[in-house]
């Protein structure tokens, strides 16, 4: 099974100020149509997962620009430009290529 | 608008039986994969397999198969995950949810919409 890995775990994060996290698979995510199968979620407490970012770099309906990914093969970054008291939660990412898809353990951030 | 309203909280004993449901709205049921996803007290998530309404092709996660049951009912718009024998580790919360695109064919597994979860409590 495809193993995912992110760096860092928790993440103290300035208002105003940019942010990243790193996504990293035991596999290749680069399908033959030319697409990697790598997908961003956030979890705030309480709440279910909420789809940010599709396909490595694609924004899902409502997300804020502020929200961008990259990334290719097995390597990717979640990048947040300016960070907003309203960013803390859990991301994940997640890879949808190989069966079964696997999350990575979630690094949660928080606002200083 | 896309809405998966889940079941109630439920509390079992371990051997009991359980059904929880996932009622959706805002789209065509049997135009999209649904699936389930298990997440333990305090701990990640962890995908456990995916219905297509429309013809009732299942997968599940290797790690799950043979321990739940996930099923469809097309006139109620509403996915089903179910146990026959419950045990303590099953105590987590569990989302449904809508896989991305459209179609039977699977080319990817991840999902856009969630429904907001059924807390599933065993113990003795």
């Known amino acids: 099974d495809i193993v995912m890995t992110q760096t860092p775990l928790s993440l103290a994060a300035t208002p105003g100020q940019p942010a990243s996290i790193s996504c990293k698979s035991t596999?290749?995510?680069?399908?033959?149509?030319?697409?990697?199968?790598l997908y961003w979620y956030r979890q705030k407490s309480g709440q279910s997962p909420q789809l940010l970012i599709y396909?490595?770099?694609s924004r899902f309906s409502g997300v804020p620009d502020r929200f961008s990914g990259s990334g290719s093969g097995t390597d990717f970054t979640l990048y947040i430009s300016r960070v907003e008291a309203e960013d803390v939660g859990i991301y994940y990412c997640m890879q949808g290529l190989h069966f079964p898809p696997a999350f990575g353990p979630g690094t949660k951030l928080e606002i200083k | 608008e896309v809405q998966l309203v889940q079941s109630g909280a439920e509390v079992k004993k371990p051997g009991e039986s359980l059904k929880i449901s996932c009622k959706v709205s805002g789209y065509r049921f049997t135009n999209y994969w649904i699936g389930w996803v298990r997440q333990m007290p305090g701990k990640g998530l962890e995908w456990m397999g995916i219905i297509f309404p429309g013809d009732s092709d299942v997968r599940y996660n290797p790690s799950f198969q043979g321990q739940i049951t996930i099923s469809a009912d097309k006139s109620t718009n509403t996915a089903y995950l179910q146990w026959s024998s419950l045990k303590a580790s099953d105590t987590a919360m569990y989302f449904c949810?809508?896989?991305?695109?459209?179609?039977?064919?699977?080319?990817?597994?991840?999902?856009?919409?969630w429904g907001q979860g059924t807390l599933v409590a065993v113990s003795s």
């Open positions: 949810a809508r896989h991305g695109y459209s179609g039977s064919k699977l080319k990817t597994y991840y999902f856009d919409y």
């Open positions: 596999q290749s995510l680069l399908h033959s149509d030319g697409r990697s199968y």
């Open positions: 396909e490595v770099s």
